[in-house]
């Protein structure tokens, strides 16, 4: 299953955005999937995962501010970015996490201006 983001943008700092990641197949057998981001010049790091079972986790810096969901009748894994702030700038990737896989696909750019 191959997996590619979008919804990436241009938007002002405190604004939303909502990334999709839509699946070339079923995501149902996918147990974890994942949302990660690079910034210029930096690694890459997790941004949320999200089991089959609907548990999510978050990294720390932008907790109470995006959401992770997954509709597996439409293939298809969501971030919701509210309360966006510029160092969340980055290329947006999802990533089939458990099973895990070496395919980042080609990511979506979200550029927050201050």
């Known amino acids: 299953v191959q997996l590619q983001a979008s919804g990436g943008g241009l938007v002002q700092a405190g604004g939303s955005l909502r990334l999709s990641c839509a699946a070339s197949?079923?995501?149902?057998?996918?147990?974890?999937l994942g949302w990660y981001r690079q910034a210029p010049g930096k690694q890459r790091e997790m941004v949320a995962i999200?089991?089959?079972?609907?548990?999510?986790e978050y990294t720390a810096p932008v907790k109470g501010r995006f959401t992770i969901s997954r509709d597996n009748a439409k293939n298809t894994v969501y971030l919701q970015m509210n309360s966006l702030k510029p160092e969340d700038t980055a290329v947006y990737y999802c990533?089939?996490?458990?099973?895990?896989?070496?395919?980042w696909g080609q990511g979506t750019l979200v550029t927050v201006s201050s």
């Open positions: 999200i089991s089959n079972l609907g548990s999510t």
């Open positions: 990533k089939s996490v458990l099973p895990a896989t070496s395919d």
């Open positions: 197949g079923s995501i149902s057998s996918i147990n974890i």
